[in-house]
Nanobody, 124 residues
Framework: QVQLTESGGGLVQTGGSLRLSCAAS????????IGWFRQSPGKVREWLAS???????NYAEAVKDRFTISRDNEKKTVYLQMNSLKPEDTAAYYC??????????????????WGQGIQVTVSS
């Protein structure tokens, strides 16, 4: 099993920044890629970005100019730096881990492990 723990969420004003962390533990050798998602009430869970073990990154168009995903292999942690935050970024944010069998990262059912989620609220 793999455990994922998110941290770094909270309340921020419009235009501010936050850095989310996703710490992985357990059988992380099974993981090839880690991604970040978010979900607002009444909406589907939205893929934001992902990074594989080689450090290759992919971003959703909606956030690619404001969010940056990175990893620290020694700390077994993946980060999501979020800049120029807007009220519409308010959501619960989740990290997920998967294998290299993931073809379309937007398909939530293809991800193997999920964190518990953390709230990000952007005030106007």
């Amino acid at each position: 099993q793999v455990q994922l723990t998110e941290s770094g969420g909270g309340l921020v004003q419009t235009g501010g920044s936050l850095r989310l962390s996703c710490a992985a533990s357990g059988r992380i050798s099974r993981i090839d890629v880690i991604g970040w998602f978010r979900q607002s009430p009444g909406k589907v869970r939205e893929w934001l970005a992902s990074i594989n073990n080689a450090g290759d990154t992919n971003y959703a168009e909606a956030v690619k100019d404001r969010f940056t995903i990175s990893r620290d292999n020694e700390k077994k942690t993946v980060y999501l730096q979020m800049n120029s935050l807007k009220p519409e970024d308010t959501a619960a944010y989740y990290c997920a881990a998967g294998s290299n069998q993931i073809i379309n990262p937007r398909v939530t059912g293809d991800w193997l492990y999920w964190g518990q989620g953390i709230q990000v609220t952007v005030s106007s």
